[in-house]
């Protein structure tokens, strides 16, 4: 008895950032070790339990444990899993809060926040349903689960052998989810399908071969001993032809016979049955505030105003005697604006990112040990596509990348190319989320987990730091960052238009494209992206402009004491938090800061 008391007490001890471990022993009996030891206990099996569930996000966050797997998504399925977060939420709340630790009690508040949130959706099962997004989902999952999966040995090579074969089951699991969602109401969008369509098809050339599936077996590791390398492709040639082609081909004729005639034409959440209560949750939970989607709004004007009005500036300081349209024209269409092929847009992008890694320090007190690189996106992501970045692994196998679309070469100007930079590398993603990564004193949940108005919210406020180091060193740099700090604040108007104030496609299409000047095909790909991903956008820019107040407040208040470094290591040492939790923190970090 002694033995398991004292391990699961040093656990949590290490795990959740308790302090005195020294004599951990002679507390094992304390109450309070033991609620924190409960409490850890508590996140180990919740945490086992997803990456089980969900083998997917194991492989993209380094766990290789399940990559022979893919998720179960039948309806038992979903039950199931609905059944245990209620479950894992009634747990956490049996906990007494007053027996933990300062730090342990956040992780406590954190894991019930998440689950309440989860089990918030459950009530919206037609929204739940739809599964096919303007920039990704069933069409392209295991697209992007292959490209990023390990194929460094022959075991790794067979395990995807594995999941390829599972994957018409999971494809005919959610054509039957999304046949639930149709007996709801509940179909995507017409426009946002018909891009759908073209991405599947983009994946199925005449030659496998030449689509995504085949890639990894071009990059076979040096674990496989060449003389069985040929034979592991050939296996993999024939896995896509006998699995995975099949199951694309039967999405795609689901879409086009079955879903795509009972789509509506607005995707609108307020047209669905319950749609206002769905984007009410949404704007909650995407936003962690409690502000309404007219607030929202009519933030997103406040800003558009102020940062266009900023851009005007910048035409005069160039001596521009035409009017925005025709500066934007002028950016848009001179050669020297622009790369000359992909290849060399991705070389700016690297030369971009090892400018700013030099910064770095000025910026922060502590950096993350994991690297990143600069990749192109997939091809069958097509021109239009908007950049993103994936994660490193959790163990360090992998480096974070960004994602940059080479293929679009042609409408990436290089006067955007830094502040993109600043987005998705570092300042931005990749310095958060491997800071988060490499918390080992935070539970996994915390380490791994995300909020949107946190993540993108840093991001967004990454790209302002641009200014303080000197990357924006010319005027067409800095009208291509405040291009696109007035994009992510013309979102803030467009989502909530579009969702609970009538917009249709076309009036939110065109008040991006007068109102941020950027590219009309992108603005499209974008509005059918709010359209298909409710909410998601509107954490970018309030996200942003919280951690601007909190690094304000905290210059305000502690004058001459305020190091830049320790307030961005205080907002992103934490992992990524809702932001009325952030606030907490920065106030707590603000006092404390005050008596040093």
């Known amino acids: 008895m002694k033995r398991r008391t004292l391990v699961p007490a040093l656990a949590a001890c290490l795990a959740l950032g308790a302090t005195g471990c020294a004599g951990v022993g002679a507390r094992a009996a304390d109450p309070d070790a033991q609620e924190a030891a409960a409490l850890h206990a508590l996140f180990e099996r919740q945490w086992e339990d997803i990456s089980r569930r969900f083998p997917e996000g194991s492989t993209y966050r380094g766990d290789l444990r399940y990559n022979d797997r893919l998720t179960d998504e039948s309806a038992e399925a979903i039950a199931a899993i609905d059944a245990q977060n209620r479950s894992w939420l009634a747990e956490a709340k049996t906990l007494r809060r007053d027996r933990l630790s300062a730090q342990v009690r956040l992780s406590l508040d954190l894991f019930i926040g998440n689950h309440e949130r989860r089990v918030a959706k459950q009530a919206f099962p037609g929204y739940r349903s739809l599964y096919l997004g303007a920039l990704g989902g069933a069409q392209s999952d295991f697209a992007d689960l292959m490209q990023n999966s390990p194929v460094q040995n022959r075991a790794q090579v067979e395990q995807m052998l594995s999941r390829m074969a599972a994957y018409p089951r999971q494809m005919d699991q959610q054509i039957d989810a999304m046949r639930r969602g149709m007996a709801l109401g509940w179909v995507s969008s017409r426009d946002v399908l018909d891009r759908v369509l073209k991405q599947i098809d983009t994946q199925l050339p005449a030659d496998v071969e030449a689509g995504p ?29 006998r699995h995975v082609v099949p199951a694309m081909r039967k999405l795609r004729a689901f879409v086009a016979d079955e879903y795509l005639p009972r789509a509506p034409a607005n995707g609108a959440l307020h047209g669905y049955p319950d749609g206002a209560r769905v984007y009410e949750m949404l704007v909650r939970n995407q936003t962690t505030t409690n502000l309404s989607a007219a607030q929202i709004h009519a933030i997103g004007q406040r800003e558009v105003a102020r940062i266009r009005a900023e851009m005007e500036g910048v035409m005069n300081e160039v001596k521009w005697t035409g009017n925005f349209a025709q500066f934007i024209h002028h950016l848009n269409t001179d050669p020297k604006f622009f790369h000359t092929s992909g290849d060399a847009l991705l070389a700016g992008y690297r030369a971009i990112s090892k400018r700013i890694d030099a910064e770095m320090p000025r910026l922060f007190a502590e950096l993350p040990r994991a690297p990143y690189g600069v990749r192109a996106m997939p091809a069958f ?14 163990d360090g196998s992998r480096p974070g990348y960004f994602n940059a679309n080479a ?3 042609k409408t990436r100007p290089i006067w955007r190319m830094a502040t993109l930079t600043a987005h ?6 990749h310095l958060q989320i491997a800071r988060a990564t490499e918390l080992r004193a935070l539970p996994n949940f915390r380490r791994q987990d995300g909020y949107v108005a946190f993540a993108e919210g840093w991001a967004v406020y990454a790209e302002t730091l641009g200014r303080d180091v000197g990357i924006y060193d010319d005027p067409y740099s800095l009208f291509g960052h405040l291009q696109w700090q007035i994009f992510r604040a013309a979102r803030l108007v467009v989502d909530t238009g579009i969702h609970s104030m009538g917009w249709t496609r076309q009036q939110s299409i065109d008040y991006m494209v007068e109102r941020t000047g950027m590219d009309r095909a992108f603005v499209t790909s974008e509005v059918d992206r709010y359209v298909s991903q409710p909410g998601q956008a509107l954490g970018y820019m309030i996200g942003a402009l919280k951690i601007a107040e909190l690094r304000d407040r905290a210059k305000a208040k502690l004058g001459a004491r305020f190091d830049i470094r320790r307030f961005h290591n205080a907002v992103i040492d934490q992992g990524s938090l809702p932001l009325d939790v952030l606030e907490r923190v920065i106030d707590e970090w603000i006092a404390a800061e005050a008596v040093k």
């Open 407 to 409: 293929l679009g070469w």
């Open 381 to 394: 992501r097509g021109p239009d596509a908007a950049e993103y970045y994936n994660g490193p692994a959790m």
């Open 213 to 241: 599936y085949y890639v990894p077996f071009k990059r076979l590791g040096s674990g496989i001993p060449s003389a069985e390398q040929a034979a592991l492709q050939a296996a993999g040639r024939a896995a896509i032809e």
């Open 424 to 429: 998705e590398a570092v300042p931005g993603h």
